[in-house]
């Protein structure tokens, strides 16, 4: 057998350096993350799965802390509740609960966060769709080249990769810069 550890390390580098190609994406996503947040918005994020982990990484990260003492920022992780889900899912369909919830609590001023390593969830393109219709800046973090969501946000970062593990490793990776960004900008 061979050893696949370090066949897995180098697909992990080049994927995470193909990342540089895109900074002015980064810095561009970055500061509406934190435009939102000085002006008094919050930050919604979604995602689907592995996507839906990342998404409650980078609310939980808002909301407590990353690597600084802070003043809380708004965030609210839309996978994060079973009972709004269910509700949602059972009375309008699974491709809607991300939608109904930026409805309900995105307001102009916000910004909602998607996390898809495919692009191709319709729950995720309905929400972004939504986002734009509500005023509420939309950024999503995609791989595989994008998928359906392609095209309906306000700013996107596409993964340069098809490998699902190696897309979600750059997506942590990449939020966990956006905090970095946020907390150096936003006022303690």
Do not use: W
């Amino acid at each position: 057998m061979e050893p696949i550890l370090p066949k897995l390390v180098a697909d992990a580098c080049q994927t995470m350096q193909s990342l540089l190609a895109q900074q002015e994406v980064f810095e561009r996503i970055a500061a509406t993350l934190v435009n939102a947040l000085s002006r008094g918005g919050k930050i919604l994020t979604c995602g689907n799965g592995g996507s839906a982990a990342d998404a409650l990484h980078l609310a939980e990260e808002l909301v407590g802390r990353y690597n600084r003492s802070r003043r809380s920022l708004p965030a609210v992780c839309l996978n994060a509740d079973p009972t709004l889900l269910t509700c949602i899912g059972n009375d309008f369909g699974f491709d809607e609960v991300f939608a109904r919830q930026v409805e309900g609590l995105g307001a102009e001023g916000d910004a909602l966060v998607c996390f898809s390593s495919s692009g191709d969830s319709t729950n995720i393109v309905r929400a972004l769709k939504t986002a734009r219709n509500h005023g509420v800046k939309s950024i999503a973090l995609l791989g595989k080249g994008g998928g359906k969501a392609k095209g309906a946000a306000d700013l996107e970062f596409i993964v340069a990769s098809s490998d699902t593990a190696r897309i979600q490793e750059a997506h942590t990776l990449l939020l966990h810069a956006l905090l970095e960004r946020v907390e150096q900008s936003v006022a303690s």
